[in-house]
Each structure stands twice: as C-alpha cells, then as structure tokens.
C-alpha cells in the first residue's frame, strides 16, 4: 500500500485540492480567513488549552523538582535521561565556553566561513563513539534528520518506513521525489510486503531502498526491530537509516544505542542521534561510512546553507559525550530509577504497553475530556507533572500518560507517583472524570493557585 502521504488530497491544502479536482473559483481565497477557521489539528483546541495543557510554563532549575503556576511539582516530561541538564560540571563548562566565545562564532555556514577545529574534534569523538568511520553535526536533530533523508534519496531510489516514524522523517519522505511505502509499526510482515513493493519499483528504475525507523521510539518506548530489519538486508539489499534520538546515551551497553543493545550495530547505515535528550543541548549528528558523511557535508541543503553550531554548544557536547563514555554509572542509575517505575506501575496492575526502553507509557481508558481531567487531578492534587498523549497519536477511548524516567529522581519519587496514579485509576474507574469536552482549569483552583 502506498503511503497515506502520496494521494492526491490527504496532505494537500485546500487550496491545491480545489486545483487536482479541477474546480474553479472566481475569487482568491484568503490565506488568513482560511485559517482562522481551520486551526489545525492541535491548534482547534488552542484556546481552552494554552498555558496549561499545551505551551505549560515549568519555572526553577531543570530537574525531577520544579515549579508550574507558582506551585511545586514532580516533574516526569523532561528528556534529561542521564540528568545533564543541570550537572555542575556541564553547566560549568557551558558557562565558560559562552563567556570565551560568545553565542556567535563561529560566524556562517559550515562550508562557507563557519568550520572550526572544535567541530571537526566532536564529530571525530561522536564517529569514535558509535564506531563507525565519520559522522557530521546537524544544527538542531529535526531539520538535520529531514535534510539527510532528501539528501540521500533521488528520484529512482524508494523509501520504505515504519509507519510510527517520527515526523522529522515523515518530512524528510515528504521532500523525496520517488516513490515511498509505509509498513505498520513493528510489523516485519507488513515490512517485507512493503519490500517486495519497493523492489518491483526498483527493478524497473534502476534506484535504490532506503529503509527507516528509529530506535527507541520515543512516545510508546518500544525499540524498533532493527535486528529482524537488518535479517532482510541479503534479500532486498537496502541501506538503514535509524533515528535514535531517545537510545542515544540512554541503552545499550556503551550508551550506543538501540542498535549495539541489539547487537546490530554494523548494519546500521546511517545512523542519526539527536543532542537534545541524553545530551541535554541542542543540535544533533548522522554517522556513518566516511564517503557517505563526505556526501552529506556537501549536499545536506540544511546545513550548506544555515549557520553553523555555536562554539559553547559544541564544546559543551565534546564534555557531555565525555561524560557518557566514561561514566556508565550514569546509565546504570537510569536503568534504576525506569526498572523501578515501570516495575512498580505493572505491579500495581497498570498496562505499560510494549515499552523495552526508559520511556514509559501508561494507558488508561477514557475520552479526551478525561484525559484532560485525569491530569489537571494529577497536577493540581499531587502535584506530579507529565505529558498526556491522546488522539490521534492513540486512539479515541485511549489516555496515554508519557512519563520519563531520569538519574536524578528519586526512588520516593516512584512511590509517590505510582501511588498516585492508583488513586487517580480509581476515580477514572468510578467515572468521576466524566466530561465532554476540555476540563476548564481556567476556572477551576488551577487558576485560583497561581493568582
Ligand atoms: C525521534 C526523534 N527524532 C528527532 C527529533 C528532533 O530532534 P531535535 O529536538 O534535536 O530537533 C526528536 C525530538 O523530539 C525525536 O523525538
């Protein structure tokens, strides 16, 4: 099945579909009336949500313990897996690399005028590190992602990816001119009819198949099959691209990964990890064989032609990638801190779904009026701040509550919480969190609290 991306009206505008049906209208339509009207799928629900339930404001410093609307809370929606954010060292480090170069060098693209010694030395460590022969940076993981899978790509080549990919590689499909198949999530049947598809097409242009997922995925916390992906590599003699944002620094025995958990590291190609989870900075890496990283540097469209990484950044990450290789304990803590979580939750008789990572999701049923309710209960009675996930990203009657571990929560942190999430089971249970429709913190104590 070709994906849902490539027919005619799914992801056009109105606008272009009014074109492919031919129809003609005697006046322009106003960009802007059109979308007052249609707010986007998040954006409809804008207005009772924002600053609570979307765009939250979370004060103090960086860790499991902040402040939301003037109150104290437990926080479980930070990416700090190995708890950088805040290390005195890291912050040190930050703070002088700022203070001796300023945000601003070095001054344009990479190619251009924007290339230091300093960037050549992390991407040397990052290749070292996930042992593969050359890697380049990114500024900022999700156009760096999107740019690499053009880059690689030309129009006889196909794609075929797993169907929970994250969006940066829907985007990066979205830029490819060939042709593109889907498989469902996880689903190695599915992935090799897909496969089969992309071969036909391949037979007849010539092209290539380049295969993508990640390895952590990072809402449900379940790894990619990158073992039984790689099993197929002799038959279809495809290239795998895998987005390991979450699994970089956070699995596999040297923080390499879902792939080295897996025991698979060679027969991922390319491989692409962000700085903006275990790292806790921003920008991001692709590492792979050195003619292919020789290829991106000079075709990558988002790094030729945008600003290089600042110099605090990019020492900033040399110290956190120095701090992953040589303190595993780290990793270990984490490992702790998630065994105890998603063990204690599946005591307690929650459905944790089919996480094998850190990230740990909980399902609850109930509608998006409840899931609304459910955590506006968790924040304001307990004082225990995490992401709620809910339709289209799960179905309908599914509440999807994200919650991510980290090295510097504390095992009274898990208690605490697990017992919480009991007494909150139970009033959704008794139907007390009935509603049609968004809860209005607005007026409820959530308001009252921070006035
Ligand atoms: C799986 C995955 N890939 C890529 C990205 C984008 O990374 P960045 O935040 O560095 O742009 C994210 C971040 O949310 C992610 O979760």
Redesign the pocket.
């Known amino acids: 099945m070709q994906a849902q991306q490539t027919g005619c009206f799914s992801a056009l505008s109105q606008v272009e579909a009014y074109i492919c049906a031919g129809q003609k209208h005697s006046e322009t339509l106003d960009i802007f009336e059109r979308i007052r009207k249609q707010r986007g799928p998040l954006g409809q629900h804008s207005k009772e949500s924002h600053g609570y339930f979307t765009f939250p404001k979370l004060e103090g410093e960086l860790g499991p313990h902040m402040t939301f609307r003037g109150k104290p809370v437990l926080v479980w929606s930070l990416?700090n897996y190995l708890g950088l954010a805040n290390h005195p060292d890291i912050r040190k480090v930050d703070a002088e690399a700022a203070a001796q170069w300023g945000m601003a060098y070095p001054m344009g693209a990479r190619m251009m005028s924007g290339q230091t010694k300093y960037h050549e030395q992390l991407e040397q460590e990052l290749a070292a590190f996930m042992d593969k022969e050359d890697a380049f940076l990114l500024n900022?993981?999700?156009?760096?992602?999107m740019s690499a899978i053009e880059a690689l790509v030309g129009r006889h080549d196909v794609i075929v990816y797993d169907s929970e990919c994250?969006?940066?590689?829907v985007d990066g499909v979205r830029l490819h001119n060939g042709k593109r198949f889907v498989f469902q999530h996880n689903d190695m049947e599915s992935f090799e009819k897909m496969l089969r598809h992309a071969k036909r097409v391949t037979d007849e242009t010539g092209g290539g198949i380049l295969v993508l997922t990640?390895g952590?995925?990072?809402m449900a916390g379940d790894q990619g099959k990158l073992k039984e992906i790689v099993s197929y590599k002799k038959e279809f003699g495809f290239r795998l691209f895998v987005?390991?944002?979450?699994g970089f620094g956070s699995i596999g025995k040297n923080g390499r990964g879902a792939a080295e958990y897996q025991g698979v590291q060679d027969g991922v190609d390319v491989y692409?990890g962000?700085?903006?989870?275990a790292m806790a900075t921003?920008?991001?890496f692709v590492a792979s064989e050195a003619h292919v990283i020789e290829y991106l540097r000079y075709n990558m469209r988002s790094q030729t032609f945008a600003k290089a990484l600042p110099m605090p950044i990019v020492i900033g990450a040399l110290k956190r990638l120095d701090m992953i290789r040589t303190q595993p304990e780290l990793q270990d803590r984490l490992w702790e801190v998630a065994r105890a979580l998603q063990g204690g939750l599946v005591d307690a008789g929650f459905d944790i779904g089919r996480t094998n990572s850190v990230v740990t999701p909980v399902f609850l049923k109930g509608s998006l009026g409840e899931a609304t309710n459910v955590t506006l209960e968790l924040r304001e009675k307990f004082g225990i701040f995490c992401s709620i996930v809910v339709y289209p990203v799960v179905p309908k009657d599914v509440i999807m509550l994200r919650l991510i571990p980290t090295v510097v929560h504390s095992m009274e942190d898990v208690r605490y919480t697990i017992d919480a999430f009991k007494q909150v089971r139970e009033r959704l249970e008794a139907g007390d969190y009935k509603a049609d429709r968004i809860a209005d913190w607005a007026s409820s104590k959530a308001s009252a609290a921070s006035e």
Do not use: R
Not at 140 to 145: H, L, M, N
Not at 274 to 277: D, P
């Open positions: 990416n900022y993981g999700y156009q760096g992602c994250h969006a940066c590689m990640e952590v995925f990072g987005d390991d944002a979450h692409f962000t700085f903006a989870k921003v920008g991001a």
